[in-house]
């Protein structure tokens, strides 16, 4: 048809999907809801995914893919000179901007659909240890270029931080008392400063 693209990106959908999805949530999603937002027909989706089951479960593995979700990170913590500062940017990066109630809820409720289904499941596991082995590298160069203690145990120190990174969201969302940069800020500052290299343990 004249006028219409030949080709839709992959980004295109799943950033309409990422939008659909925090307006109305999982269970109300439909085909025709992605389809809308993304500009194109329904039969398009369903020729490239077949059903919003295999839509939704291509949303999970692009939004956890390195490029998606590990590039950014790594983008914003090479902004930083010094590397402890680096990660908190990176994982900063990794929440993604302040939400409204009702998408954050939206957001949560597509959590719970994961959590209960075994293959979203497994996908979010292989995420989750991708990201922690992600930010154990930015820890072992906070150690190398002396940021870090030497003694400090950067597996564990990298689960705590993973740990953060979701936990602070969740309360966050319950309590909105400042943006969610600034209290994953805190949170991350409080762990690492006692592992802070100082003057004299350089």
């Known amino acids: 048809?004249?006028?219409?693209?030949?080709?839709?990106?992959?980004?295109?959908?799943?950033?309409?999907?990422a939008a659909a999805v925090g307006r109305v949530g999982p269970s109300r999603l439909t085909l025709a809801d992605v389809a809308r937002e993304a500009g194109v027909s329904t039969g398009v989706l369903v020729g490239r995914y077949g059903s919003k089951r295999e839509l939704l479960l291509g949303f999970v593995r692009w939004g956890l893919s390195e490029k998606a979700f590990i590039r950014p990170m790594r983008a914003?913590?090479?902004?930083?000179?010094?590397?402890?500062?680096?990660?908190?940017?990176a994982v900063v990066r990794s929440a993604g901007p302040d939400t409204e109630p009702e998408e954050f809820a939206n957001n949560l409720a597509f959590l719970h659909l994961e959590l209960a289904d075994p293959e979203f499941r497994a996908l979010?596991?292989?995420?989750?240890?991708?990201?922690?082995?992600?930010?154990?590298?930015?820890?072992?160069?906070?150690?190398t270029l002396g940021h870090l203690v030497a003694s400090a145990d950067v597996d564990a120190l990298a689960a705590a931080?993973?740990?953060?990174?979701?936990?602070?969201?969740?309360?966050?969302?319950?309590?909105?008392?400042?943006?969610?940069?600034?209290?994953l800020r805190r949170d991350l500052s409080t762990l690492l400063e006692p592992y802070r290299c100082n003057k004299e343990d350089q």
């Open 161 to 183: 931080v993973d740990s953060i990174r979701n936990g602070t969201q969740i309360t966050w969302a319950m309590t909105r008392s400042q943006p969610l940069a600034e209290a």
């Open 124 to 143: 979010l596991g292989e995420h989750d240890a991708a990201v922690r082995a992600e930010l154990a590298d930015y820890l072992r160069a906070a150690v």
């Open 76 to 89: 914003a913590f090479e902004t930083a000179s010094d590397s402890v500062e680096g990660l908190i940017r």
């Open 1 to 17: 048809m004249a006028g219409r693209p030949r080709t839709i990106s992959e980004e295109r959908i799943m950033t309409a999907l």
